[in-house]
């Protein structure tokens, strides 16, 4: 009977403690599905959002940097772009100054030697006062002569070349009609005589010449 009672008893002890072990497994379940339902729940598959925030935070100033980096270098090189442009249009200007002013260097440099020739002229006119008048006379011509052919060399090496309208037809561009002529041997609107010579620099007329237009004569 002891036995018996030793043996009921030890069975109640294990029933007990498995009961509590139970309840306590229940109340472990209960209390994390209450975790996951309030988001208490700190597991690994759940990160805090405290970290995320202050990856954004980084990343935005990061971009920030870098943009205002991007605003200096761009800056400079506006300013930079300014100033050689301020450079250009001053250099520009002076070469526009430059050629207004030097534009003639090279036909006054000409018309130099064209000086030369008429003071060589003068003054072999001037010393042959108390010499023989003829020759005197001879090498006055001879000079003129030669600073003419001279100053159409120069003109028709710097464009500039003198009109020979005679016997051509009456163009109203270039002539300028001073009288008229009665037409003997000549067309009748061509240009008889030019008692003013006409000049083109490149072509384009700068002095129209004084001509004599042949007419037909009504006697």
């Not at 003129?144 to 120069?154: A, D, H, N, T, Y």
Request: charged share 25%; glycine share 6%; hydrophobic share 35%.
């Amino acid at each position: 009977m002891a036995a018996g009672g030793s043996v009921w008893s030890a069975r109640q002890c294990f029933n007990s403690l498995q009961f509590r072990y139970n309840r306590g497994l229940l109340f472990a379940f209960s209390t994390a599905a209450q975790q996951r339902s309030t988001g208490d729940d700190c597991g690994p598959e759940e990160p805090p959002d405290e970290p995320r925030h202050l990856l954004n935070e980084n990343s935005l100033e990061h971009k920030a940097i870098k943009l205002e980096e991007q605003v200096r270098v761009l800056t400079e090189r506006y300013q930079r772009a300014l100033t050689d442009s301020e450079n250009v249009r001053r250099r520009t200007q002076k070469f526009v100054e430059d050629a207004k002013i030097f534009g003639i260097q090279s036909f006054c440099r000409d018309l130099v030697e064209v000086a030369d020739i008429l003071e060589k002229t003068t003054e072999n006119a001037v010393e042959g006062e108390h010499n023989d008048p003829t020759l005197t006379l001879k090498k006055i011509c001879e000079g003129l002569s030669f600073i003419e052919s001279k100053l159409q060399s120069i003109f028709a090496k710097h464009g500039l070349q003198k009109m020979n309208p005679i016997g051509g037809k009456y163009d109203p561009y270039d002539h300028e009609i001073v009288c008229h002529v009665p037409a003997e041997e000549m067309q009748p609107g061509t240009v008889a005589l030019v008692t003013l010579d006409g000049y083109k620099l490149h072509g384009r007329t700068i002095r129209h010449a004084h001509v004599g237009v042949a007419v037909e004569s009504h006697e």
